[in-house]
């Protein structure tokens, strides 16, 4: 490729050598049949290398997807079981603190049934609300007795009760 140089004030053009046509008849074989040319060839080294590279990142690929996928799974097992810990351990304290005051331990379902979810929950709800909850539990009544004295016992003494 040549540029021409051009006068001031003329845009610059690109002069382009002329390429030769090609045939547009099928070249022949030595053989003496026709035979159309084609790149990159359909079969040979440079197609089966291509296919496998291919083949080789789909594998590589798929083996990230289904690492990360286990992965995932892993950690969503692990959060699960974290979470039923926890939950566990929310419940041993309530099933504690319950048996603790003669009351069953199957209270803390019926409790938990009704949003207590913790035994700091439990302890720390407002009259109104432990109310409502106690009503809802339906509790017969010398155990709701003795919820209640044990809830008094443990929390701490508000200066606006007498």
């Not at 990360?68 to 929310?90: G, H, K």
């Amino acid at each position: 490729f040549f540029l021409d140089v051009p006068a001031a004030g003329t845009p610059r053009r690109r002069l382009s050598p002329q390429l030769p046509s090609l045939p547009s008849a099928p070249f022949a074989s030595p053989s003496g049949a026709a035979c159309a040319p084609s790149w990159p060839p359909a079969s040979g080294v440079h197609a089966d290398a291509a296919a496998e590279g291919a083949e080789l990142a789909y594998w590589r690929e798929e083996g990230i997807r289904q690492r990360s996928e286990a992965a995932r799974l892993e950690a969503m097992d692990r959060a699960r079981s974290d979470a039923r810990a926890r939950a566990s351990a929310c419940f041993e304290d309530l099933i504690s603190f319950l048996e603790l005051h003669g009351l069953s331990g199957a209270y803390a379902l019926v409790l938990s049934a009704n949003g207590v979810e913790d035994l700091s929950m439990l302890l720390n709800l407002k009259t109104s609300s432990l109310d409502n909850i106690i009503s809802a539990c339906d509790l017969d009544a010398t155990d709701e007795i003795l919820l209640r004295d044990a809830l008094r016992r443990a929390r701490p003494a508000d200066d606006d009760e007498p």
